[in-house]
Structure formats: C-alpha cells, structure tokens
C-alpha cells in the first residue's frame, strides 16, 4: 500500500530541517556582515522605507546619507583626542562641529590631514555658516 504525501527524501523529522536551515542562514549573514536594524518610525516614513530599500543601489545611498548625518571619531586624529571621554564610535555631524567650534584652542591647524581639513570644511558649510565661532 502506497503512502500519501511527498516522498521522504530526508530522514530527520520537518522542525530539525527548519532548525538547521535557520542555522545555516544566520551563519551565511554573519560571514556576509549582514545584520538586522529594527527602527521604530511613523508609519508614513516607513512605507517610505520599504518602498525605497527594493531600490537598485540603496544601500549606497543610506551608506552615502549615513555619512553625512553621523561621524566616525576615530577617523580624525584631532577629533579623537578631543572626544577622548566618548564610548561611541559614531557621534552626529551637528556634535562633532561643536566639539571642533568648543575646543578650538585646544587644536593646531597645522596638524589637520587632508581627511579632517575636508571634514572640518563641510562641517563648517552645514553647521556654521561657513565660520568657526571660536
């Protein structure tokens, strides 16, 4: 007598399947540095989102906005030694120029990289009206 269902290409039972399926898939995430981000928005805004995120390129355009909204202190030496007593890697753009406009007479011009020249310049354009009140 024939049984009903699909054949049993799989010896172990369907919930250990799912199991290490899950577990493969989070293992391939990890190894593509992949991470889940839950944000918690108004509904308008996230509708937004999702529309936008099935996008071509946009991870590149978050990735591109995300660096002009936040700064990474230990990619300028002069803001690192500044903001010694953060934990955060990241701080907003708007703080790391008021750390800059706050601390001016702690810093030596001359020191800047051509990286945080640039960013102090862009800060200033965004944040200051151009100028540093120092």
């Known amino acids: 007598m024939r049984t009903r269902g699909r ?30 981000v839950q944000l918690t928005l108004p509904a308008d805004v996230a509708a937004k989102l ?21 700064v990474r202190v230990a ?3 002069q803001l ?3 903001a010694w007593n953060r934990a955060d890697e990241f701080i907003p753009a708007n703080e790391a120029f008021q750390i800059y ?3 001016w007479r702690l810093l030596e011009p001359d020191l800047f990289d051509d ?3 640039a960013l102090l310049a862009r800060l200033k354009t965004e944040f200051g009206n151009d100028e540093i009140n120092a």
Request: aromatic share 4%; no cysteine; proline share 6%.
């Open 101 to 103: 406009e706050r601390n």
């Open 80 to 82: 690192r030694d500044l």
């Open 50 to 70: 999702a529309a936008a995120k099935r996008a071509s390129g946009f991870v590149e355009f978050l990735d591109a906005a995300l660096e002009r909204a936040v």
């Open 115 to 117: 990286r945080e020249r």
């Open 7 to 36: 054949p049993k290409t799989n010896p172990l039972p369907r919930r250990e399947q799912l199991r290490r399926a899950k577990q493969a898939q989070r293992a391939r995430r990890r190894l593509a540095h992949v991470v889940d």
């Open 75 to 77: 990619d300028y030496p």
